[in-house]
């Protein structure tokens, strides 16, 4: 008889990592963040818990890699088909398109962002996390530090290079400009005063890129 392989522990590692994941984002989307436990997301995920502690130190740890996980295989769907999203300009890796059209860009890149919000795999675990990191300031930190910051450097990359080209103003703040953009697309869904849509956030860039004074 010819031997039996021995199992792939690999592969037995990744599905497992991913049964977590997916058993973690869901949990804190139907209980929140305070009644998710660790105990839950192994039996949710079909493991041990002893599993999660060899891998893990913390439920906020876990959340926020299955997280992170989330966000990137969302980038990864949301990337421009040939290239992945790749911009020249940071060396290959995902990035805001550069067109040479900058409005265009940032209306390509605030569509999927509305996307994403309004996705309800990605919605309730994406406002637990937020709503817990308002009153947790170690986990809100992290979150920022993780998640956000990597994020919000993309559209300073992007800004600048609008600003190199001259299709933004020189002593114009990237770092405040992009809240311009971002801050309104998530004041509109924290606090769900209106519908989230493409058309919103094109008027978003329209006002932040040509204001709100009239025109001559």
């Known amino acids: 008889m010819a031997p039996r392989k021995a199992p792939d522990a690999g592969r037995r590692s990744d599905r497992s990592r991913r049964a977590i994941y997916d058993a973690a984002l869901a949990l804190v989307g139907e209980n929140g963040y305070r009644r998710t ?19 893990w130190p913390s439920k906020a740890a876990v959340l ?3 997280f992170l996980d989330m966000a990137a295989r969302a980038a990864g769907q949301a990337a421009p088909e040939g290239d992945g999203g790749a911009d020249s300009r940071n ?10 059209d900058l409005a265009a860009d940032l209306k390509l890149v605030l569509r999927a962002t509305v996307d994403e919000l309004n996705d309800p795999l990605m919605e309730a675990p994406t406002r637990a996390l937020t709503a817990e990191g308002i009153v947790d300031a170690a986990l809100g930190a992290e979150f920022v530090e993780k998640l956000l910051d990597p994020q919000l450097a993309l559209y300073v990359t992007r800004l600048r290079a609008a600003q190199e080209a001259g299709h933004l103003r020189a002593d114009a703040d990237p770092r405040t400009a992009l809240e311009l953009l971002i801050a309104p ?7 769900r005063t209106l519908p989230l849509t493409h058309a919103y956030a094109d008027t978003i860039v329209d006002y932040a890129l040509g204001g709100l004074a009239p025109r001559p």
Request: overall charge neutral.
């Open 185 to 191: 697309l998530t004041h509109r869904w924290l606090l």
């Open 91 to 100: 060396g290959g890796e995902y990035g805001i398109p550069d067109t040479g």
């Open 37 to 55: 436990t660790i105990e839950g997301i192994a039996a949710r995920a079909g493991v041990g818990k002893q599993t999660i502690y060899r891998w």
């Open 64 to 66: 926020m890699e299955a």
